[in-house]
């Protein structure tokens, strides 16, 4: 159950709204796949308007990152990004994020430009976790609020809901190096949900876990998520955890990243443990495999 | 039955305190040994329990305290200033990956430069009283910790920075999270040898020319060729070096504490 914050600022969603019904669609069906266009949707959150990202090479040089990249994310809707290995995943889901400047066009979140990171509507969860390691998992979590200067006492008590919420209830006085890979984890998990924004952004959260915790973690999250009723933008290298997680996926072209196609993935939610090799799953799969290999070859 | 507990003198024996005790005994040990053997003069080593005795009556003499007192607060002077510069320099140098790749080079090999060779210009113009030594010390002390500031600061895990500002962190405060709690242990590591500079170069500062502190009075010592006087405060110095590194370990406890709150 989220936690509730009646002094939150910015943007605010309602748990009780009925889940959009497109990208929740029960219907049984076989992937579809629309050309890269910006789909418009009634309760649009995220909208990007060709997007494009550099960054400088330590030697000088300017590396186009992102090209040329629009979409828009509808509330509660869960967007994955896949692609090839070094495609610009990460810098297009850092411009999202407002912690780098777009070089050319447009991001927009609940119709506000981003020019910045945005506290209390956007969290993010990083690759390697960025759990302070002279930090409690209890002061990891509480530092979210304690930079948005929200009162002592209900820092804690928001705190320590958030752990129990990700079950690390137990050892919230430990330190990060003292936890399992899997628990460092949901610990940056907690972090992100405790500030009750409404959009999460996570690059490629189980990226450094071995397999069976990356499984077990992923039909965990899913349940959490699907309850909190976050939007959500996820970067990953996984086929089986982009299908099982996402609404819809955005395959990203070789650098500078495009988006190559969308594929709508309709299986129906809650997705349990018994979706993961569903004969639709495997089939959104392997199509996605086929336009990554693809994109391999180019 | 339940098993005895081990005898005192084995739990003693393992313990750290016990090793570092043994240490000392035996330098002292050597030390008399010396003495006693006679090939060398007492006059140049005196037995311990010689300069010991020294050290119980310079200890209850009032001139010792004032100069203690003195040397100390110009320790800790010179290196609250040494620190308080290097900070302000180290983490704007450290933070900027330009700054750091222009900079750290030049301050390191600054830091290389006998320091010593520039006392009569500090004696010229802060005078020969505290204030030299202050500055001599302040100057000395630099160098080791804004190197230290630099490195760790340049050393702050990007993903950490980028984390505290998706949580909205910003300016000082972002330093405040992420560089500085992230530098603190190599920067309590360079202000230990700072610590130890601005000892060398207060005391050193007072023995070269002074008119009041530890060195000042080692010096007299030693131009009245009162050897076991020499010994006592050489001892006393010991101590005041001990106290005062011995304060760093209270100093790291409560920043942890600061910055967890």
């Keep these: 159950m989220a ?3 009646p002094d939150r600022e910015g943007w605010e969603r309602s748990d009780a709204a009925p889940k959009p019904a497109g990208p929740r669609a029960t219907a049984e069906g076989s992937p579809v796949t629309s050309p890269p266009q910006p789909s418009l949707r009634s309760s649009e959150v995220i909208r990007v308007e060709h997007l494009a990202v550099s960054y400088h090479r330590p030697d ?24 090839p290995s070094g495609c610009g995943k990460t810098s297009l889901l850092r411009a999202l994020g407002g912690l780098i400047t777009p070089a050319a066009g447009r991001i927009q979140v609940n119709g506000v430009p981003v020019r910045g990171p945005m506290p209390d509507a956007i969290a993010y969860v990083f690759q390697d976790f960025a759990l302070f390691p002279w930090r409690t998992a209890r002061a990891n979590v509480e530092i979210a609020l304690q930079l948005k200067r929200v009162p002592r ?40 949900l405790v500030s009750n924004c409404g959009i999460l952004l996570l690059d490629e959260p189980f990226g450094a876990l071995d397999e069976q915790t990356r499984l077990v973690l992923g039909v965990q999250l899913s349940q959490l998520l699907e309850s909190a009723g976050r939007t959500i933008v996820f970067v990953t290298h996984s086929l089986q955890e982009a299908v099982f997680l996402s609404d819809r996926i955005l395959v990203l072209s070789r650098q500078p990243c495009r988006i ?22 495997q089939r959104i799969e392997a199509e996605l495999f086929r336009l990554l290999y693809e994109e391999s070859l180019r | 039955m339940s098993r005895s507990p081990a005898p005192i003198g084995a739990r003693l024996a393992g313990s750290r305190v016990f090793i570092g005790l043994l240490l000392l005994c035996a330098c002292v040990a050597v030390w008399q040994l010396v003495t006693t053997v006679g090939s060398v003069s007492s006059f140049l080593v005196p037995p311990p329990a010689a300069v010991a005795g020294v050290f119980v009556s310079v200890m209850t003499s009032g001139t010792t305290y004032s100069a203690l007192g003195i040397t100390m607060v ?16 180290g983490v704007p140098v450290g933070w900027y990956r330009l700054t750091q790749q222009a900079y750290e080079p030049l301050l390191a090999n600054l830091a290389a430069v006998p320091l010593v060779i520039l006392y009569p210009v500090f004696a010229v113009v802060f005078g020969i009283g505290p204030l030299s030594k202050v500055m001599f010390g302040a100057a000395t002390a630099f160098f080791p910790v804004v190197l230290a500031v630099v490195s760790g600061v340049a050393a702050t895990n990007e993903s950490l920075v980028a984390s505290a500002r998706s949580m909205g962190a910003r300016g000082l405060t972002l330093l405040r999270v992420t560089a500085i709690p992230s530098a603190l242990p190599v920067i309590v590591g360079g202000l230990r040898l700072g610590l130890t500079l601005a000892t060398l170069a207060v005391v050193g500062g007072e023995f070269i020319a002074g008119t009041r502190g ?48």
Aim: aromatic share 6%; net charge negative; no cysteine.
């Design chain 1, 3 to 5: 936690v509730t914050d």
């Design chain 1, 60 to 83: 000088g040089g300017e590396v186009r990152a992102v090209e040329d990249v629009s979409f828009s994310v509808g509330e509660g809707e869960f967007v994955t990004l896949i692609g």
């Design chain 1, 153 to 192: 006492k209900e820092r804690r008590k928001r705190t320590l809901e958030a752990l129990d919420m990700v079950g690390l209830g137990e050892v919230a006085d430990r330190f990060p190096r003292e936890l399992s890979g899997g628990m460092q984890q949901r610990l940056a998990v907690a972090r992100a």
């Design chain 1, 260 to 281: 190559k196609e969308t594929v709508e993935v309709p299986l129906p939610r809650p997705r349990g443990p018994e979706q993961m090799k569903s004969a639709d799953g």
């Design chain 2, 74 to 89: 110009e320790i800790v002077a010179a290196l609250a200033l040494a620190g308080g510069l290097a900070l302000a320099i």
């Design chain 2, 214 to 261: 530890l060195g000042y009075l080692l010096a007299s010592a030693g131009e009245a060729f009162e050897t076991r006087k020499v010994y006592a405060y050489v001892l006393l110095t010991l101590l005041l070096a001990i106290v005062l590194n011995s304060a760093f370990g209270l100093l790291v406890w409560l920043s942890r504490k600061v910055e967890e709150r």
